[in-house]
């Protein structure tokens, strides 16, 4: 079964360095997704991302985030200058049709710690 | 506002024992529902859905859920729990025009010999 692939697992970063996070979607899937996960707490939407454009976004997607499709099989989250507030599990979807009724297809996440 | 309430942070029963998980949402729209459930370590795996129609959805390895709208309720069943069931397991409601999933806090399964 086709699947949502991140990398890397885990990522150390020094508070103020740039960091980007990396996710294939599934190859025929259109519509792409960030979420986020603090430790003890719910799993919050960050933006989502379809024809080379945000869709919409949260308020956690702040300045310091950007979203980038570079070619036709990546998509990255860009944190421009890390704060300790931003280590988390992030992770990403994608599903073949936008819409509230679509499922969303996860990767196994990339732990982000800020040091 | 939209929201996703899982009043139970950890429940533990005992194998072969049936299960039922808790979730209430807030939505001033038609709701589409989902569960998930995310083993240590890796990403949310899609359990089942509910759109419309029977209100009694199946889904994934024996699970099932049941939408009742006058409680705002969308339960999690399973009537005999394995060992390998145990996970942490988000309720969620599908939101925006794009779908962005409104989560639960999720609640962690323990299973017991």
């Known amino acids: 079964e086709p699947e949502v692939t991140q990398t890397p697992s885990h990522q150390v970063t020094q508070m103020g360095q740039e960091v980007i996070l990396r996710c294939v979607p599934i190859?025929?899937?259109?519509?792409f997704y960030w979420y986020r996960q603090i430790l003890g707490q719910k799993v919050e939407f960050l933006v989502s991302f379809y024809n080379n454009e945000i869709s919409e976004k949260s308020e956690i997607f702040d300045d310091q985030f950007s979203v980038e499709r570079p070619d036709g099989s990546n998509f990255t989250l860009k944190i421009r200058s890390t704060k300790l507030e931003d280590s988390a599990m992030y992770f990403c979807a994608s599903s073949d049709q936008g819409g509230r009724d679509q499922p969303q297809h996860f990767g196994d996440g990339t732990r982000l710690s800020i040091l | 506002a939209q929201s996703v309430t899982q009043p139970d942070i950890h429940i533990t029963v005992s194998e072969g024992a049936s299960l039922e998980l808790r979730c209430n949402y807030s939505y001033g729209a038609t709701p589409y529902l989902f569960w998930y459930v995310q083993s240590p370590g890796q990403g949310l795996q899609l359990l089942l859905k509910?759109?419309?129609?029977?209100?009694l959805v199946q889904g994934i390895k024996g699970f099932e859920a049941e939408f009742k709208r006058s409680q705002s309720s969308f339960n999690l069943r399973k009537p005999s729990v394995h060992w390998s069931d145990a996970a942490e397991y988000f309720c969620a409601v599908g939101g925006g025009s794009q779908g962005n999933l409104i989560f639960g806090k999720g609640t962690k399964l323990s299973v017991k010999p």
């Open positions: 509910y759109f419309s129609g029977d209100t």
């Open positions: 190859s025929n899937h259109l519509y």
